[in-house]
C-alpha cells in the first residue's frame, strides 16, 4: 500500500523551536513504522516561504522576503537533519518546481466552474501605501471577542474575512485602513458541502478534534474563500487580468503535498497517481490552529480540481 505522510510546511519566518518539533515528530514514526512494515511511503514536507508571516519578519529585518525564507529554509533544511528526521523529500514553496505545479494546478482550476471572480472591499493603508491581506491587519474577532488577524482567529481558530473585523488596524502602523474594492477570484466551497461532511463523518483515521473542529466549521455554514491576494510577494496568478496579484498562501501552500510528492519520486506520472489514487493512505501531521485549512480548503481545492485526488484519510491533531 501506498502511505503519504505530509509533515506540516514551517512558516519560514523565524527558527524552529521544541514545539514545532513536538508537532512533528509523529510524522516521522509514522514514517518509519511503515518502512518497517514494507509499505512504500512518501514522507514529505517543507519551508512555507510566502505569505504575510514572511513579508512582516523581512521587513523588520531590513531584508527582502526571498532573502529570509531561504535563510530560515536552510537553517530549518540542518536541523532536521541533524535531529534525524527521515524525510523522503523536503522542499520549500518558493522553489521552481514547486511554483510550476502549483501554476499548472491553478491554470485547470480556473477553468472549472468552482472559481469565480467578485469584487471585494478589500483594507487598504494609506500610511504604508498598500493593501492589507490577511495577517497585515488585527482587529476584534466577531466571534470570540479575541485579538484576531485578517486571516484567522488565534482564540477560537474561525477564519475570518476582513470586513467583519471590528476595530481593525493596520498591523503594522496601526492606522485604520480604508476599504477599496478589488477583484479577486473565489473557490466555491459552498459546492462541496455534502463531500465534506460525508469526508468529517466517514473519516475513520481522523482525530477527534480535527472532526469537531471540522463539524463546527460546516455547522456554522460554509463560505467561499477568495484565492488571490494583494501582494507582491507569492506564486503569480496565472490568468489574464491578475499580474499584479499572487496566489493565497492557503491555496498554495497545501498543494505543496501534492508538489513534494512528485519531486519526490522524480516526476513519475504513474507512481504520483498511484500515490494520489483512492487506494492510498494520507497521514496529515500539524497543529491545531491549521485543522480547517486541512480538513475543508485543501479537501475544497482537489475536489475543485476534478482529477479525483485522495482526500485526507488520516488528521492527526
Ligand atoms: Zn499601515
Ligand atoms: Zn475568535
Redesign the pocket.
Known amino acids: 500500500m501506498d502511505i503519504l505522510i505530509d509533515g506540516a510546511w514551517v512558516y519560514a519566518n523565524g527558527s524552529l523551536h521544541i514545539g514545532h518539533i513536538a508537532g512533528l515528530l509523529s510524522g516521522d514514526i509514522i514514517a518509519r513504522y511503515y518502512r518497517l512494515a514494507g509499505e512504500q511511503v512518501c514522507y514529505v514536507s517543507g519551508s512555507d516561504c510566502h505569505g504575510t508571516p514572511v513579508t512582516i519578519r523581512a521587513k523588520a529585518s531590513g531584508q527582502s522576503p526571498e532573502a529570509i525564507s531561504d535563510q530560515y529554509h536552510d537553517e530549518f533544511v540542518r536541523c532536521f537533519n541533524y535531529l534525524g528526521f527521515s524525510y523522503d523529500y523536503y522542499g520549500k514553496t518558493s522553489s521552481k518546481g514547486h511554483k510550476a505545479f502549483v501554476m499548472a494546478f491553478h491554470q485547470k482550476l480556473y477553468e472549472s466552474p468552482h472559481i469565480y471572480e467578485k469584487a471585494e472591499p478589500t483594507p487598504y ?1 494609506d ?2 501605501g498598500r493593501f492589507l491581506p490577511d495577517r497585515l491587519v488585527v482587529g476584534v474577532c466577531p466571534n470570540c471577542a479575541g485579538i484576531c488577524r485578517g486571516d484567522q482567529c488565534d482564540h477560537c481558530g474561525q477564519i475570518s474575512e476582513a470586513p467583519d473585523i471590528i476595530d481593525i488596524q ?1 498591523s ?2 496601526g ?1 485604520v485602513p480604508r476599504f477599496i474594492t478589488s477583484k479577486h477570484l473565489y473557490l466555491r466551497i459552498t459546492d462541496f458541502e455534502k463531500e465534506l461532511t460525508y469526508l468529517v463523518n466517514d473519516s475513520i483515521g481522523w482525530r477527534k478534534n480535527a472532526i469537531c473542529f471540522t463539524n463546527r466549521y460546516i455547522n456554522e455554514g460554509l463560505r467561499d474563500r477568495a484565492i488571490t491576494r494583494d501582494l507582491d510577494w507569492g506564486i503569480d496568478v496565472p490568468k489574464d487580468g491578475y499580474t499584479d496579484k499572487k496566489i493565497y498562501i492557503w491555496a498554495e501552500n497545501v498543494l505543496g503535498y501534492l508538489s513534494s510528492s512528485y519531486l519526490a519520486v522524480g516526476c513519475d506520472q504513474e507512481v504520483f497517481q498511484r500515490i494520489w489514487s483512492q487506494d492510498a493512505r494520507h497521514y496529515y501531521v500539524h497543529g491545531k490552529d491549521n485543522i480547517p485549512f486541512h480538513s475543508i480548503i485543501l479537501p475544497a481545492l482537489l475536489l475543485a480540481s476534478g482529477e479525483k485526488y485522495r482526500l485526507p484519510s488520516h488528521i492527526m491533531y
Open positions: 493603508c500610511h504604508c493596520c503594522d502602523c492606522h
